[in-house]
């Protein structure tokens, strides 16, 4: 399985690896708003906020914005981190330099400056 966000791949296992394992948050949000046939009355779980601006990405993990685990690293261009068996995820949870890093509250995500928005508009 193959997971996608803000056109970039976020996650890629098999499809136990991904359902009973996940590593990336925004893999564990989809899988804790998908319906259980199994939980009679259990509540889905939304994702809070919304899909990135393709043209407004932030500097580091597109998920930033929306992830209940950012910390300050996630500002930076995320890395494939490899988990074996060709489970890879993108995510600065496991990252050693990362540890102890506390996570900041997700509506502080950094905003792309204006004049980068203006200059990407000018573009498109
Ligand atoms: S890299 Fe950071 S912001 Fe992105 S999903 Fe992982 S913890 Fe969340």
Redesign the pocket.
């Known amino acids: 399985m193959l997971v996608m966000y803000g056109g970039n791949m976020v996650e890629y296992g098999t499809a136990t690896e991904i359902f009973e394992q996940p590593k990336?948050?925004?893999t564990m949000g989809l899988l804790e708003s998908l319906p259980r046939l199994d939980q009679a009355g259990s509540r889905l779980i939304p994702i809070d906020g919304q899909p990135p601006n393709l043209l407004r990405m932030p500097p580091?993990?597109a998920?930033?914005p929306r992830?209940r685990?950012?910390?300050p690293i996630?500002d930076r261009p995320?890395p494939l981190y490899d988990f074996g068996g060709g489970h890879v995820a993108?995510?600065?949870?496991y990252e050693k330099s990362a540890e102890g890093q506390k996570p900041i509250p997700a509506e502080n995500a950094p905003m792309i400056p204006d004049s980068a928005v203006a200059a990407s508009e000018t573009i498109a």
């Open positions: 990336m948050p925004y580091g993990c998920f930033a992830c685990y950012r910390m996630c995320v993108r995510c600065f949870l």
